[in-house]
């Protein structure tokens, strides 16, 4: 149980184009999803967090005009990365939180690596 | 500020014991986990510590001094699969994790 999928695995666009990535629980209902991004050979950095049917919060140093994050059930929040940039390229990974669980039990998808053009 | 520390890399031998090193100065302490990252994977749950001392899980065991600051993971017999990174993370609020940059394990036969 508790797996959360991501859509799509990889992305190449090109520079100024937007990118939508979708990240699903396919087996619980998630109250809070987190969206990550991580640079090569560095850790997950957190971007936001969101829950279900509110507005995300956004980490400081997080453009949230650029990163727009949509949570709007309780299986599916969607990142969409806004007229992108080569520097946008990196894996970005969500992670899902249901009711159930201990504190800070999050579910992470399998990532999604966009590179830009 | 936060602050988490680990070694980048370490090289072990299959078979052997290797002990991942990790402290933390976080602004908030509600648990400390280990996670399994492979190349371009998603990070996988390995432990999860909130009190202080050893927790064991199979091949692999994780400990947790709070005072100090300071955890370890412990991975025994090793196997070539185990070849992965090693993330620390501090749960800093209700649902906050903050990760270190995580340790790269080599296993050579």
């Known amino acids: 149980g508790a797996v959360v999928s991501q859509h799509p695995s990889r992305v190449i666009c090109k520079s100024g184009t937007s990118v939508k990535i979708e990240c699903r629980s396919l087996?619980?209902?998630?109250?809070?999803m987190f969206w990550y991004r991580q640079f090569p050979k560095k850790s997950l950095m957190l971007m936001a967090t969101?829950?279900?049917?509110?507005?995300?919060?956004?980490e400081q140093g997080v453009e949230k005009d650029k990163f727009l994050i949509n949570h709007a059930s309780l299986t599916l929040s969607t990142l969409t990365v806004t007229s992108a940039h080569p520097e946008d390229s990196s894996f970005y990974i969500c992670?899902?939180?249901?009711?159930?669980?201990?504190?800070?039990?999050?579910?992470f998808g399998p990532g999604t690596r966009l590179t830009v053009l | 500020g936060q602050n988490i520390d680990q070694p980048t890399e370490m090289t072990a031998t299959e078979g052997a014991i290797v002990q991942i090193n990790c402290t933390y100065q976080?602004?908030?302490?509600?648990?400390l986990f280990w996670y399994q990252q492979h190349a371009g994977e998603a990070p996988t749950f390995l432990s999860y510590?909130?009190?202080?001392g050893l927790e064991e899980k199979g091949r692999f065991s994780s400990f947790l001094s709070r005072s100090k600051g300071y955890s370890y993971l412990l991975l025994k017999e090793l196997q070539m699969k185990d070849s992965a990174s090693y993330l620390c993370?501090?749960?800093?609020?209700?649902?906050?994790?903050?990760f270190g940059t995580g340790t790269r394990l080599t296993v050579i036969p």
């Open positions: 992670s899902a939180k249901g009711l159930a669980g201990g504190p800070g039990t999050q579910y």
């Open positions: 087996d619980f209902q998630a109250t809070t």
């Open positions: 969101s829950n279900e049917g509110s507005k995300a919060t956004y």
């Open positions: 976080t602004s908030g302490f509600n648990g």
């Open positions: 510590n909130v009190l202080d």
């Open positions: 993370a501090v749960l800093t609020g209700a649902n906050n994790l903050f």
